[in-house]
């Protein structure tokens, strides 16, 4: 048994006995010194940290060492807090650090007392199965060096640790063990140890007087906050955080101020403040912490956003370097181009640069793009004091932005109003060019409409100044190599830190010179491991030519170029990317600078798209065959019923004429499914009651759940009448029960209810385009799992499920959500984790009263017809016009015939009298269809009465139809379908 599995074995029943403690109620702190000193002797260590921390703020540690070792004791309480001073820094770190060497650890601890410290250290983050990050675990003071197999090794215990940390998180507050014994501890180690507390710490953080000024701060302050570093110490807090308040007696010590503060921008952002009153040297002193919150008021919508646009800035950034190293172009033209490329990138339309005449305060604008003037200058100059406000905000701040400059009641300071209001300048933006500390010239881009800009875009407009800066002061070409060192420092910070994954490799031996961190995180190894392969490392060997191709299009003419492929990850797995590809030259070695974009994503969604499109095809497709089947069952049954009535008592006659019923039946039933799956059924809306339709589905309901599920009914009287598809609502409900019958797991309550409710304008629900209103609300309640919080946004999305693969569509809740949105109704839903999910379903009220709520089986009796009315029937299928021609007939019509809406208008015009009824298919070949004949009927004569009849009614306006007051019937039909409608109006004598 190897050494690695002999330590995993031992680390397993160490956990296993800790277990038996846990459920003895062994107390959790004792549990949690028990497995760090069994990992102290397992791996041969002196001592072992557990920094607990939770929401990023250190709430508990735990130290050990090996037993009954005095020693070993003692040289831990005399060195505890300059190893805390070392270790704080790191408790947000993601991966394991392994140092054998005392330079080493320096390096890695970036600490001058680490190496004394420490010399060999172990340090493993602790998160749990979301990524949530625990804190760390540190084992350090072992003779031979540490390796990951020591970690594997201590896995069970590890895993024992982070377990041990989730529990006691989840206990109410006065119950928790392992977060109380910090309390006393953390405030001591404010006061004890406030230089590790904030010295490295990434947290801007301040010791302020009690009069609130800036004693100390750490190197975060002057990265995000308005003052640079060397000027913070002496200033008033408040003109950071204007509203900042220092209370000694407030009653909660952690208690936080959601605050505005000045950034390093020169704009006000949100952060969250907490004040921390301590006493040293018998004075009264306050801790300050700053947190940055931007990132977590920003939408999904303002992230991508943000995301798209700091690519096209970096890709920006990336050609303003490349021009700025034209050595053989003039500075003019330089600085010309550069401008142009700001102006495009941020979509303004004006920008140029200012420069300072030596030793004066004239500034000259040396070069200027407008959109609207070609080859342009601004003649006047510029007169700015040093004791200006405007020199002395962008000396201090470098970028500096003015907003509403054209309104009557604004001024710039530095611009006449003539300026503004002739290039009609509504906002600004400023980066300085400083030498000295003095104010030399600035870059200004100008905008007409935008009324803010955005953090990202500073950062950019600092960049470009930053390549505009070094173009102004190289006087002397001869010294511009030295001023690109600078900027390739620059471009690597961007290159680290960007959010996407930029990889850079030799083109001669294809190793990667240069990955950033991104990258590692996507494709899954270290930046050691990534730096010691090749780009052919990870690329299937399918896509071994699209790299070939790739490093024969990037030639030395600059330009960029895109090419998708597919890419392996460490894990094995295969994604397809986008490769943004651009030929550099990085530390003096020909290179190819990649940009890869996972879009394994996007590709899924077009396949689903595809899909999508073949479905709505297949509809179209199903729907003209529907079509076709309704017309040709309404010949079977037309002439069927003809014959019926001549013949008579004909037994024999009368049983085959009863079977060709039966299967014009039955097509009818196959015809609506298929006009279901289609989504054609616009024809079938009509005033109904949900009170009687759920009354006659919840059989159906019944029958689709278990035994084990009750259904609870709550529905109001006197629910008012609605204006909807029946089968859909049907299919909607059953939609509903059966989602609601999955997340009980089959069994619980299911409740429908439904009740008369009326929106104000006030109401909350009235948002967007909802109308205040009258509406039935139909809710249907299920006792399941409940939805989780980050997956209730999707639900209704097309093909989005939860179900096993090919247990669910992933169509059903979208379906629902687009019968409410065809209803003129929305949707809404309310769900909570194992408590359970309401859908509510809103229908508006109709003003239309139901003609159908107590509809009676038995036939309407025959319609009398006086002598002298007549009818014309119009339809392109002449089968069907002589059935209907003769049925009309035999109720009393005296009936013309017609074989399109053109013929229709012919016979119209010539007939001297006024047809009574004309009875007209929708869907027919010619120029007009069956609504616009009935239009133009009803404008010339309104007394005639129209029936509109069809079996397919895509991209046909019904409501147009009801609008003129015309009746509709769904194919196929016959005789008493006729008479039911015909028995709606009054037939006087002619």
Not at 90 to 114: C, G
Not at 437 to 466: C, K, P
Not at 518 to 526: L, P, R
Not at 713 to 727: F, N, Q, T, Y
Request: aromatic share 6%; net charge negative.
């Amino acid at each position: 048994m190897s050494g690695s599995a002999e330590t995993s074995e031992k680390a397993l029943h160490a956990s296993l006995l800790l277990l038996k403690q846990f459920e003895s109620q062994v107390p959790l702190p004792d549990i949690m010194i028990s497995a760090l000193e069994s990992m102290v002797s397992l791996s041969g260590s002196r001592f072992a940290f557990l920094l607990h921390n939770h929401s990023g703020t250190l709430i508990s540690e735990f130290t050990a060492h090996h037993p009954g070792n005095t020693k070993d004791e003692e040289h831990l309480k005399k060195h505890a807090a300059e190893m805390y001073s070392c270790l704080l820094p790191q408790i947000r770190r993601t991966a394991p650090l392994i140092a054998n060497s005392s330079t080493a650890v320096k390096a890695e601890l970036a600490n001058t007392l680490a190496w004394r410290l420490f010399q060999r250290l172990m340090l493993i983050p602790l998160t749990n199965s979301m990524g949530d990050k625990k804190g760390i675990l540190v084992l350090f003071g072992r003779q031979n060096n540490y390796g990951i197999d020591d970690i594997n090794g201590l896995e069970s215990l590890i895993s024992l640790c982070v377990n041990l940390l989730i529990l006691d998180e989840l206990r109410p507050e006065e119950e928790s063990q392992l977060t109380k014994r910090s309390k006393t501890d953390l405030r001591t180690e404010a006061i004890r140890g406030q230089d590790f507390q904030f010295i490295n710490s990434k947290t801007p953080r301040f010791i302020t007087t009690a009069e609130g000024i800036i004693i100390n701060h750490n190197s975060s302050a002057g990265s995000l906050l308005a003052f640079p570093s060397e000027r913070l110490t002496g200033q008033a807090i408040t003109q950071l955080i204007p509203k900042l308040k220092l209370n000694l007696h407030q009653k909660d010590p952690d208690e936080l101020q959601e605050l505005k503060a000045h950034s390093k921008a020169g704009n006000l952002i949100n952060v969250r403040v907490s004040c921390l009153p301590f006493i040293k040297h018998s004075e009264l002193l306050f801790s300050i912490q700053i947190q940055d919150v931007r990132a977590e008021l920003e939408t999904n919508t303002e992230r991508h956003e943000k995301s798209i646009r700091i690519r096209k800035q970096q890709r920006a950034t990336l050609e303003v370097a490349r021009i700025a190293t034209q050595e053989d172009a003039p500075f003019e033209q330089l600085v010309r181009e550069i401008c142009q490329l700001a102006s495009n990138t941020l979509q303004a339309p004006r920008a140029g640069i200012w420069l300072a005449e030596e030793d004066t305060p004239v500034y000259r604008n040396v070069v200027q793009i407008d959109h609207a003037q070609a080859n342009y200058c601004e003649k006047s100059p510029l007169l700015l004091n040093s004791n200006t406000t405007f020199v002395r905000q962008l000396e201090q701040v470098r970028v500096l932005s003015l907003s509403n400059l054209n309104r009557s009641d604004s001024g710039s300071g530095f611009l006449s109003q003539e300026y503004i209001q002739r290039n009609q300048t509504a906002t600004l933006i400023c980066a300085a060019f400083i030498k000295n500390s003095n104010l030399i010239g600035f870059l200004m881009i100008e905008d007409t409409q935008r009324t803010q800009w955005h953090e990202d875009q500073y950062s950019f407009v600092r960049e470009v100044a930053n390549y505009l800066h070094i173009l102004v002061l190289n006087e002397h070409r001869r010294n511009i190599q030295s001023d690109l060192i600078q900027q390739e420092q620059q471009f690597r910070l961007l290159f680290f830190d960007s959010p996407l994954s930029l990889m850079a490799f030799d083109r001669e031996t294809f190793q990667f010179i240069a990955v950033n961190h991104t990258a590692t995180e996507v494709f899954g190894y270290s930046l050691n491991e990534m730096l010691s392969k090749g780009i052919y490392d990870l690329i299937p060997v399918q896509q071994v030519m699209d790299i070939h191709a790739l490093v024969s299009i990037n030639n030395e003419n600059g330009n960029y170029h895109v090419l998708e492929s597919r890419m392996q990850k460490h894990s094995g797995d295969v994604v397809d990317v986008e490769i943004h590809s651009h030929s550099i030259n990085l530390s003096s070695r020909p290179s190819i600078l990649m940009v890869v974009h996972d879009i394994t994503e996007k590709k899924r969604i077009e396949s689903s798209l595809r899909r999508t499109q073949k479905m709505e095809a297949i509809g179209q497709l199903v729907g003209g065959i529907a079509h076709d089947f309704n017309n040709i069952t309404n010949i079977i049954r037309g002439h069927a019923e003809l014959l019926e009535m001549k013949i008579g008592d004909d037994e024999k006659t009368n049983k085959h004429l009863c079977a060709i019923n039966k299967a014009a039946t039955r097509t009818t039933s196959l015809t609506h499914k298929l006009m279901q799956f289609s989504r054609q059924q616009q024809i079938n809306s009509e005033v109904c009651h949900i009170d009687d339709i759920l009354s006659d589905l919840i059989e159906l309901i019944t029958k689709s759940l278990t035994r084990n599920i009750q259904i609870v009914l709550e529905i109001s009287k006197d629910l008012w009448p609605v204006l909807i598809d029946r089968g859909d609502f049907e299919d909607v409900m059953i939609n509903l029960a059966i989602n609601a019958r999955d997340a009980m797991d089959g069994q619980g309550t299911l409740t429908i209810g439904a009740t008369n409710v009326s929106l104000d304008t006030d109401d909350s629900l009235i948002v967007r385009d909802r109308q205040p209103g009258d509406y039935i609300c139909i809710s249907v309640q299920d006792t399941g799992s409940g939805i989780p919080k980050e997956l209730q946004e999707k639900i209704f999305d097309p093909f989005f499920t939860t179900k096993e693969k090919g247990k669910g569509t992933g169509l059903g809740l979208s379906m629902v959500y687009g019968f409410a949105k065809r209803s003129s109704g929305f949707l809404e839903v309310e769900s909570h984790e194992n408590i359970g999910t309401t859908f509510c379903l809103w229908l508006p009220r109709s003003e239309t009263v139901s003609t159908l709520r107590h509809s009676s089986a038995t036939l309407i009796p025959e319609v009398e017809i006086p002598a002298g009315h007549t009818a014309l029937v119009v339809d392109d299928e002449e089968d069907i016009r002589s059935s209907l021609h003769e049925i009309l007939e035999t109720i009393g019509f005296k009936t013309q015939q017609a074989g399109s809406a053109d013929e229709a208008k012919e016979i119209i015009k010539n007939e001297p009298q006024n047809f009574s009824l004309v009875l007209s298919d929708i869907v027919m070949p010619g120029s007009e269809n069956g609504v616009q004949l009935a239009q133009w009927i009803k404008t010339k004569t309104p007394e005639t009465r129209v029936i509109l009849a069809s079996g397919y009614a895509e991209n046909i306006s019904l409501a147009e139809a009801r609008k003129f007051s015309c009746e509709l019937l769904k194919k196929p039909f016959g005789k008493q379908d006729i008479l039911n409608i015909l028995n709606h109006w009054q037939w006087d004598k002619k």
